[in-house]
């Protein structure tokens, strides 16, 4: 039986932010930045409705932030969590990867998920 533990290495305190990113995240919205031709672009995290588990993640490059959001930035990218995602996600850990065509992209490593579906997308709260 294989391990599929993840290590990862956070850049900032989930106790200081709700969401942490890994270096690799980090490198990856950068180079969507770049390619979008904007780097004063933001990084919106969240949670909307649906998906095949109850809630879905979301992630968006926004140019500013909304009233209610909390707003921090990690090495250069500025983060965006709204109140009611903030609910579903804080302690949430982001992560890249780029280790093949069918398991690479975003991971999402979040304590509060009582089931996950199989693509890892959309998960059921506890």
């Not at 039986?1 to 956070?10: H, I, K, Q, R, S």
């Not at 588990?53 to 909390?70: C, F, I, N, Q």
Request: charged share 20%.
């Amino acid at each position: 039986m294989m391990n599929d533990t993840l290590t990862l290495e956070p850049i900032t305190e989930t106790s200081a932010h709700p969401v942490t990113l890994t270096p690799a995240a980090i490198a990856q919205v950068k180079r969507l930045r770049v390619k979008k031709g904007n780097d004063a672009l933001k990084l919106r995290v969240g949670v909307k409705g649906g998906g095949c588990s109850g809630l879905s993640y979301v992630l968006a490059l926004e140019e500013a932030p909304r009233d209610t959001d909390t707003v921090y930035d990690v090495d250069g990218v500025t983060v965006l969590v709204d109140p009611k995602s903030a609910q579903f996600i804080t302690g949430m850990t982001l992560d890249y990867s780029t280790a093949n065509l069918l398991e690479g992209g975003w991971k999402y490593l979040n304590p509060n998920v009582q089931k996950s579906c199989g693509c890892g997308t959309s998960f059921t709260p506890k």
